[in-house]
Each structure stands twice: as C-alpha cells, then as structure tokens.
C-alpha cells in the first residue's frame, strides 16, 4: 500500500546544509547498513562509492519517518539512482535485524578512538595514550562532558580572564555521547591565543591530570589563503589531549562499576585555538557533523563558486574574502537557511 509520508520528498536537498537532521534517527537499521558499506570501500580506498553511501546514510537520518521499504526511497536524492544499494543493504539490514544489538555495536565501531590515535611507528614503544585505551574507547557521557566543560573554563579563565571558551563537535549538536569533548579557546586580543593554550597544558600537567598530550603548533599563514585542497585540516594551534576525570566532579558518577571502584576515569579533550577573526568559521567547521561540513563545503563550491574551510570564506567571482563574526554571516553569505547546531547531526 502506498503510504502517504508527511515530508513531500521532492522536497529534501542533496546537501546536508539544507536538511534539518537532528540527534533523532528513525531510520538507524538502514542507516548503519549504509555506514558499513562507507567503511568497507573506504577500507578499500573506493571514494566515490564511500561517499555515496554516507550521503545515502546522511539524506536518511533527515527524514521525520521511517522508511518501511526501501523502495519508497527511489525518489529521494543520493538514493534513488543507485538501486545496487537496496540489493546491497537489504542482507545488512536483515543480519542488523537478526542480532538486534548490532546497530549498537556498528556505531561502536565507526567511532572507535584508534582512529583518532596518533600513528604509531612499528619500532617505537606503545605510546603512552594506549594505556588509557580501555577509559577512552568508552563514550562520555553528557554529565562527563559538563564536568570537563568547568575544569577547562576554570583552567583558561584563570590564565586570561577575558578569554573565550566554547564547546564545540557532537556535545554542541546535542548528542547524549562522544567519542571526545572538543572545546574552541581564543583571546579577544589578536595573537594572543597560541600562548593560552600552551600556558592551559601546562596548568592542566600541574594539576596531575593531564594523561598525556599531543600538541600541534599554528602553522596557519594568512597569506596562503585561500586553500583548494577538499577535506584539509586546518592550520590552527591545537592538541590532542587524554585528562583524568574525578568521580567526584561528575553529577551522578562515573560510569561503569570499574570506574567507579577506581574513582576516576581517562576522557578525550581536544582544544583548538584560532585567532580571533577566524573564530566564526572555526566554530562552524569544528561543530560538525563531518557529512555536514562536507556538503557545506560542496554547496559553496558547486552552487555559489565559494570555497569556504576553517580558515575563511571566498567568492571565487568577487575574488574576494568574506568576512564573518558568526555562524550566521556565514550562513547568509551562503545563501542558507541558518541550520542551528542540533540540526545539524547529517
Ligand atoms: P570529532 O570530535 O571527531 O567528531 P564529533 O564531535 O562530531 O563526534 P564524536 O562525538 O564522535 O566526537 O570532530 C568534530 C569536528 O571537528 C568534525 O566536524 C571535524 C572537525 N575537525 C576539524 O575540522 N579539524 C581537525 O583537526 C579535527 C581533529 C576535527
Ligand atoms: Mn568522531
Ligand atoms: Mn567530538
Ligand atoms: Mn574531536
């Protein structure tokens, strides 16, 4: 029987960036078939493919229903021209189906902190963050989150009063859960902020709960601007940080029973610190999701000839950069509807 769907399906974009999709899956069984098909061709070093089953995934999780058939997707975009995916989804879906936790399980895996650990070379000793990989394969919760939030707020004010803080990634879109908890610092006063965030490490060390660290230097130069390369990592100062967390700190405790007994538990921080200036795009490029960044990014190339990144906003037309304090003037400069950050987990 046809069923009518409340959301006209003409009507969704191909781009994230015009999709409302918050933190509410209701069609997490395809979705996470989807996402393991991404994961196997990007295993195999397979892009394209890759891509278009994470934008499958991403158009999906932006539906206010869930699909009961995968058929009635044939008119959805990144969808319906790729019929292989029904035949390739529907055995997932069905073993997904079979061992209910699966779902539970695949999302375990696609943010799993060994991807985000630093390589390590075959002759070296095991790195020290390894010691801690127990603690931070285990999400943090929101509650871990908050508590992390005062320590880091009570260490950057501390050093410059007038500093800014702000929580950024997964926890600001909403998300029960993180693999980590990602914070943006700056100072008002241009240049100031590579000192900040080195003088916060090393308060973080003497308060013995930094676990260990990895620290990057601002490599970014103004005059290399604009980037072309797609996906790069911004230039910004920034480190990769493993921070012991108290039971005591945290409202309602730790946990697991482990943790408990212990009295603390290991938790992934990441700091990023641009100038001031760049502040807005920074925000908006570390607020994620990754999909939605990607297709922020696709949009203003493909349909404004703009290359926007973590950096600046340029209008390959004007050749000219386009200024912006908030996500908003971003946003506006774009021509977007202002997507907030909690619809934004494409
Ligand atoms: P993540 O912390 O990896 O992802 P997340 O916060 O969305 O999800 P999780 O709960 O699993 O932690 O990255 C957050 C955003 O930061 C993501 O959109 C990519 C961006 N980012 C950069 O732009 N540059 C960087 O160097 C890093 C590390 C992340
Ligand atoms: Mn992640
Ligand atoms: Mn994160
Ligand atoms: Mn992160």
């Not at 529907?90 to 073993?95: E, K, N």
């Not at 779902?103 to 390894?130: K, N, Q």
Request: hydrophobic letters at 35%; proline letters at 5%; a neutral charge.
């Amino acid at each position: 029987p046809e069923a009518t769907t409340p959301t006209p399906m003409s009507t969704v974009s191909q781009y994230a960036c015009q999709r409302r999709t918050t933190t509410q899956n209701n069609n997490k069984i395809f979705t996470d078939a989807f996402e393991v098909l991404a994961e196997s061709h990007e295993f195999n070093d397979m892009e394209g493919p890759c891509l278009a089953f994470r934008r499958a995934a991403s158009v999906l999780k932006s539906l206010p229903w869930t699909v009961q058939n995968l058929r009635v997707t044939e008119d959805l975009p990144c969808l319906g021209e790729h019929s292989m995916c029904v035949i390739e989804v529907r055995p997932i879906v069905l073993c997904l189906q079979r061992a209910n936790t699966g779902g539970r399980l695949l999302s375990a895996r696609r943010t799993h902190p060994i991807f985000t650990l630093p390589l390590i070379h075959s002759d070296s000793p095991l790195p020290r963050s390894f010691l801690h990989y127990g603690d931070i394969s285990r999400a943090v919760s929101k509650a871990e989150a908050q508590a992390l939030g005062n320590i880091i707020d009570e260490a950057v004010h501390a050093i410059t009063p007038d500093a800014i803080l702000t929580l950024t990634g997964g926890f600001r879109r909403g998300k029960d859960f993180g693999h980590d908890v990602d914070f943006i610092v700056t100072t008002p006063q241009l240049g100031k902020e590579e000192r900040l965030l080195t003088s916060v490490i090393d308060r973080l060390k003497h308060q013995g709960i930094l676990l260990y660290c990895e620290y990057q230097a601002s490599t970014f130069d103004e005059s290399k601007l604009p980037s072309h390369r797609f996906e790069a990592m911004d230039h910004f100062a920034k480190c990769f940080l493993i921070l012991r967390l108290e039971d005591s700190q945290v409202d309602g405790g730790l946990q697991t029973a482990e943790e408990d007994r212990r009295g603390w538990r290991a938790v992934r921080v990441d700091l990023v610190s641009p100038p001031v200036d760049r502040y807005a795009f920074t925000l908006l490029g570390w607020s994620g999701s990754r999909q939605f960044e990607r297709d922020l990014r696709r949009f203003a190339r493909m349909e404004r000839r703009m290359l926007l990144d973590n950096h600046a906003l340029y209008d390959k037309t004007k050749k000219e950069f386009l200024a912006a304090t908030t996500e908003k003037d971003i946003f506006a400069h774009l021509g977007l509807e202002y997507i907030e950050p909690w619809q934004r987990n494409a």
